[in-house]
């Protein structure tokens, strides 16, 4: 394995800035990342993309969050769904996209496997724990090829450990009864290299009914080496949570007991069961032609019981909803590398998916009582879901400091579903999907670049009922169509220090507004989103490291095409913010003893697309904490989070469940402390 310690806070992943060819690579980095030399012959995102960030090991093993998303709020312009409703924790978004589950448009990707539920949704990080990561890497914006279903707005990787000689070890105990476990073991030797983990967490919840436990095992076996020929490998883990769900609740019930969960979600909770095994294959056909490889296998189980009113008559606020989802898929990449100025990549995927879904609704009870017969079952689905994709690119580079990266992406879908009563349909026809992209670096001295990228993505609609599917009385539809342009120029100020500033748009055509779990769905029509990026972080001599960012963006409704009297054109998409900011700062008091402080914060947004209902969901958090190195084996940290003890909520519009429609919360915790051992062996 080859290291690549990159201690400055933003620096190149691969390429150091002794070059003007060199310096066309935009990517920032935050903290140190592992390279190993079996990335070799394939294109990496580092090297065609331009606005890529990526969050290395030292800032990721040592966090204590919930889920392993929650690590992304170090990161630039990103913002945070926080739900806080036991397995349905939250989700990560960016560009002006939300996470409230209605458009899923980031592609989320696990050691290079697509790993987004059919809805797109991102469950699947939460097979993850902090010390099992090596790396996250995002991709922002519409020009990156190698993946089309989810990938609207752009994507996040996250690599697991790979290869190397170590025991490590976190263990750790916080506030509200928080326990965390987590072992990470790595052996190589003569070509074979192991990796295992397994990881456990349970807590009490800052509220009420809001116990969590959960439990990850995973491993990862390879042999082989590039060099020689051939890489083969199989990765594997698996998942398990069981947790509470205190509710949302109402503006009066927050105001009596933020940390409180009512009677009617006493029996709500959730099951949840992942699986996902990988077999990765590597070849290098001659000394410029590399094939790679990766067949993989998700299965998803999740049992969710949940209560979201008081409501009386009817059952509608009273759900059971349990999904059963199986995905097999393939990617395969070839690329070749003719000369110096030129190098051409392929790939293809195939995916099939066999999903069911099962809503049952249940009559008033106090608490609700999901071991009654069912008033009702609305949904008893089945459906198959189908995506065949290639793409092709090239990076061309006619002089040194200039990079050309032209690609074009097509993508295909097929599919049926059965429904209760004998119906049936087809998936919508959308025909191919075109995507059309063009990335384009010009280095204007060794530490300043200046970049541009336009390029097409598509939003198409998924579910096991209409509009996704061709059942009667449902008509035809086009696949959105996503459009975005970026411009910006990534420098160094100062000695030490890196910054990218950017300006970008996405249009959208049909936008669809769809959450296939409750069957709703709004046409938005055609939309437009557009913001200003900005981010620096520098080495300030021997001790100190900072960092900052601030993502301005809007998303707008340009035009529904709805009659005047209901139109929304020029309302704000709901619950996007207008700003997302990030500082950060490590000081290395003594070679024992370090210190940081980060924080966080993000405006206030409409939870609705009419604009009527006020704004809510703006927040500011700091978090702070030290870290003393007993020995080179023995650490133990200290972290306080929120230490502020800010009172912020996540909050959403209820227009389904009550019987006049109002905002709902679900309050984040307040000051929280949690102390860790670590050990590295």
Not at 66 to 94: D, N, Y
Not at 190 to 197: K, L, R, S, T, V
Not at 269 to 298: C, E, P, W
Not at 494 to 502: D, M, N, T, Y
């Amino acid at each position: 394995m080859k290291r690549l310690a990159l201690v400055t806070a933003v620096a190149a992943v691969v390429f150091a800035p002794e070059s003007r060819a060199q310096s066309s690579d935009s990517a920032l980095t935050l903290g140190k990342v592992d390279v190993h030399q079996h990335t070799e012959g394939q294109l990496t995102a580092h090297q065609v993309l331009t606005s890529v960030d990526v969050l290395g090991a030292d800032q990721i093993e040592d966090k204590n969050v919930s889920h392993s998303w929650e690590l992304l709020g170090q990161m630039p312009g990103i913002q945070l769904t926080e739900t806080r409703q036991g397995a349905e924790s939250g989700k990560v978004s960016f560009r002006a996209f939300n996470g409230e589950g209605y458009l899923n448009a980031i592609k989320t990707l696990i050691d290079g496997v697509p790993s987004n539920v059919n809805s797109g949704n991102q469950r699947f990080i939460d097979m993850l724990f902090p010390l099992e990561i090596s790396f996250i890497e995002v991709v922002r914006g519409t020009n990156d090829p190698r993946y089309g279903l989810h990938n609207i707005g752009g994507n996040v990787n996250f690599g697991t450990r790979q290869g190397g000689n170590y025991t490590d070890g976190r263990f750790g105990y916080g506030s509200y009864n928080t326990r965390d476990a987590q072992l990470a073991i790595g052996s190589e030797s003569n070509g074979f290299a192991q990796n295992y983990f397994i990881g456990t967490q349970a807590s009490d919840g800052y509220r009420d009914h809001d116990s969590s436990r959960k439990y990850a095992i995973g491993g990862k076996w390879f042999y082989g080496d590039l060099d020689d020929g051939m890489r083969i490998g199989l990765t594997a883990r698996a998942y398990h949570h069981e947790a509470d769900e205190p509710g949302f609740i109402t503006a009066e019930e927050l105001r009596t007991d933020r940390r409180g969960s009512q009677l009617r979600n006493a029996n709500d909770g959730d099951d949840r069961d992942m699986r996902q095994i990988g077999v990765h294959m590597d070849l290098k056909l001659a000394d410029t032609l590399f094939l790679g490889s990766r067949l993989y296998y998700n299965r998803y189980e999740d049992d969710r019981r949940v209560t979201f009113s008081d409501l009386r008559t009817g059952n509608a606020p009273r759900q059971r909803r349990v999904w059963d989802e199986k995905q097999t898929g393939m990617l395969t990449t070839l690329t070749w590398q003719p000369g110096a100025t030129l190098t051409l990549e392929g790939g293809v995927n195939v995916e099939h998916q066999d999903n069911g879904y099962i809503r049952e609704r249940f009559s008033y009870a106090e608490p609700t009582d999901f071991s009654a017969t069912p008033a009702r079952v609305q949904n008893n689905d089945r459906h198959t879901f189908d995506n065949y994709g290639a793409y092709v690119q090239a990076i061309y580079q006619p002089i040194e400091a200039l990079k050309i990266v032209p690609a074009y992406r097509v993508d295909r879908f097929d599919g049926d579903t059965q429904l209760p009563g004998g119906i049936t349909g087809p998936l919508q026809r959308y025909g191919t999907i075109e995507q059309p992209k063009l990335s384009v670096v010009y280095a204007l001295t060794d530490s300043t670049n200046v970049y541009a990228n336009w390029g097409r993505t598509f939003q198409v609609l998924t579910g096991s009922t209409a509009p996704a599917y061709l059942t009667p009385g449902q008509g035809a539809m086009n696949p959105s169509t996503n459009t975005g342009m970026e411009l910006g120029m990534k420098f160094s100020p100062f000695a030490g220090s890196q910054a990218r500033i950017a300006v970008w748009q996405q249009d959208a055509a049909n936008e669809v507004s769809n959450m296939p779990a409750t069957g709703t769905t709004v046409t938005l029509g055609k939309t437009r989103r557009r913001g200003l990026d900005a981010q620096i972080s520098a080495q300030v001599g021997e001790k100190w490291t900072v960092w900052a960012s601030h993502a301005y963006q809007e998303a707008k409704i340009e035009r529904d095409g709805r009659d005047a009297s209901v139109s929304l054109d020029g309302r704000e998409v709901a619950a996007t913010p207008r700003y997302i900011s990030n500082i950060g700062l490590d000081y290395q008091a003594t070679e024992a003893l370090q210190f940081g402080l980060q924080g966080r914060a993000q405006g206030d947004y409409y939870l609705e697309e009419r604009n009527v209902a006020g704004k809510y969901g703006g927040f500011a958090v700091l978090d702070l904490s030290a870290r003393y190195d007993i020995n080179p084996r023995w650490s133990v940290d200290l972290q306080m989070k929120n230490a502020t003890d800010r009172k912020y909520d996540y909050a959403w519009y209820d227009s389904f469940f009550w019987e006049q429609p109002q905002p709902m919360f679900s309050p984040a915790a307040g000051r929280s402390l949690h102390i860790a051992f670590n050990m590295k062996l």
